[in-house]
């Protein structure tokens, strides 16, 4: 499955070398039959990643996330996210503040919690079955 993912990073990357890429974007460049990330050095080479979007591709769990210290907006939409976002903060994600969660399967308040430990400006949860509770 990484050589799926492999094939896609480097189409996204077109030729650049990966320490100087700040925006990568592999929205369905692939579908993700297990529903997971690749293996975490796959991304953790873009070092200096700003905007990382993967929407569209199947993802179920967010566990493995790499360390991307200077990544600042992380689009996730059309996934079916339902949890685990405890592992973008235990990706130490400290410069992250747009997180795009739009169209997920995300149900309960408590999902969220984790994500108070990220210092996010925007959280978009359009779609995602949460915004229909009446605490929402």
Known sequence: ???AWERAVEAARGGEDPGLVRSLTLDGALKCSQG???S???LQQFSQLRILSIA???LTSLANF???PFLERLILSDNRIAGGLEHLVEAGLKSLR???LSNNKIQLVQDLAPLAHL???SLDLYECPITRLPEY
């Open 66 to 68: 790499p360390y991307l």
């Open 40 to 42: 975490v050095y796959l």
């Open 119 to 121: 210092n996010l400006l």
């Open 98 to 100: 747009d997180l795009d």
């Open 36 to 38: 997971r990330l690749p």
């Open 56 to 58: 569209n591709v199947g």
């Open 1 to 3: 499955m990484d050589e």
